[in-house]
T-cell receptor, first 117, second 112 residues
């Protein structure tokens, strides 16, 4: 398996533009997570899905952020309009939970480095 | 809300020494505690994890201990090597499920 795939790897955009980040989870994994990493705030969970359904979006910073998972092999994180403070590395991760709700390893993608000027 | 505190923020050791990183968590329902290593410009990668029904787990030079009563868990690296230099993150599951809250990270520097 190629692991979690993210695109683009780098994105530079101007303030006010729409940004779409993409993620392909590991085949067979039923959980997908979007994280944001910055020096100031560390690694923050934005939203996660189980079987394509959003479970917890309490980490989404504001209405400018939205995420979708139309099928088991694809998810997007969209920022519209983008602002300079959105500059960060965005990671997608996937995992496969075992029985009785016991958590298992989250596999991270390579990340998308977003710069908003 | 739920949080994970991690100490120290930076740790410098000489090659061959041991390194210990400590974390505390607040959610008594947490049942899964992974440790991730992140090298500069790379993705976080799991190095070891422990579940709440176990007090200690070891994998070669790396070990993790868990004290559920005190809500503490620690990462121990023995015989450190320069390639151990990286940022290490602890995490705890929230509500016993998949959601993880990460600590703020420890930058470990191992000098030859």
């Amino acid at each position: 398996d190629a692991g979690v795939i993210q695109s683009p790897r780098h994105e530079v955009t101007e303030m006010g533009q729409e940004v779409t980040l993409r993620c392909k989870p590991i085949s067979g994994h039923d959980y997908l997570f979007w994280y944001r990493q910055t020096m100031m705030r560390g690694l923050e969970l934005l939203i996660y899905f189980n079987n394509n359904v959003p479970i917890d979006d309490s980490g989404m910073p504001e209405d400018r952020f939205s995420a979708k998972m139309p099928n088991a092999s694809f998810s997007t994180l969209k920022i519209q309009p983008s602002e300079p403070r959105d500059s960060a590395v965005y990671f997608c991760a996937s995992s496969n939970v075992g029985g009785q709700g016991i958590s298992y390893e989250q596999y991270f993608g390579p990340g998308t480095r977003l710069t908003v000027t | 809300g739920e949080n994970v505190e991690q100490h120290p923020s930076t740790l410098s050791v000489q090659e061959g020494d041991s390194a210990v990183i400590k974390c505390t968590y607040s959610d008594s329902a947490s049942n899964y505690f992974p440790w991730y290593k992140q090298e500069l410009g790379k993705r976080p990668q799991l190095i070891i994890d422990i579940r709440s029904n176990v007090g200690e787990k070891k994998d070669q030079r790396i070990a993790v201990t868990l004290n559920k009563t005190a809500k503490h868990f620690s990462l121990h690296i023995t015989e450190t090597q320069p390639e151990d230099s990286a940022v290490y993150f602890c995490a705890a599951s929230i509500g016993g499920f998949q959601k993880l809250v990460f600590g703020t990270g420890t930058r470990l520097l191992v000098s030859p």
